[in-house]
């Protein structure tokens, strides 16, 4: 972590390569793409369209997808927002630490870092 960084935990950045997406069901369920992820936090992108928005302070539930229809559904707290005209860069805590679908997205964390390490990736 650089000296500026202000995280408690490493955020990872998630490459392409991966199929994980989200979607805020208040928002409905269109696929966001998903920016970073960490042990308390996940960083992601929505395509506003002017009105679907997040506000910082706001809880929400967010389904984060590992694959079309595989999902762990987690509680969030909106921590940050930043307008980009269409786009909203939103970075939120989880405001859940206690369930199984939080406890099976530390372990996905886990599984990103060892990926990152040991895995190799085909150029298409």
């Given at each position: 972590?650089?000296?500026?960084?202000?995280?408690?935990?490493?955020?990872?950045?998630?490459?392409?390569?991966?199929?994980f997406?989200?979607?805020?069901?208040?928002?409905?369920?269109?696929?966001?793409?998903?920016?970073?992820?960490?042990?308390?936090?996940?960083?992601?992108?929505?395509?506003?369209?002017?009105?679907?928005?997040?506000?910082?302070?706001?809880?929400?539930?967010?389904?984060?997808?590992?694959?079309?229809?595989?999902?762990?559904?987690?509680?969030?707290?909106?921590?940050?927002?930043?307008?980009?005209?269409?786009?909203?860069?939103?970075?939120?805590?989880?405001?859940?630490?206690?369930?199984?679908?939080?406890?099976a997205?530390?372990?996905?964390?886990?599984?990103?870092?060892?990926?990152?390490?040991?895995?190799?990736?085909?150029?298409?």
């Open positions: 972590m650089s000296k500026t960084e202000k995280r408690r935990v490493r955020r990872r950045e998630i490459l392409e390569r991966f199929s997406h989200v979607c805020v069901p208040k928002l409905g369920f269109a696929r966001h793409q998903v920016r970073d992820i960490s042990e308390l936090g996940i960083g992601f992108e929505i395509e506003t369209f002017g009105e679907f928005r997040l506000d910082a302070g706001e809880i929400c539930e967010l389904r984060f997808y590992l694959n079309p229809s595989l999902f762990l559904t987690l509680s969030i707290e909106v921590v940050r927002q930043k307008d980009h005209g269409a786009i909203q860069e939103v970075g939120a805590v989880f405001a859940e630490q206690q369930s199984g679908q939080y406890s997205f530390v372990t996905l964390v886990k599984l990103v870092d060892q990926l990152a390490i040991s895995g190799a990736a085909e150029d298409h």
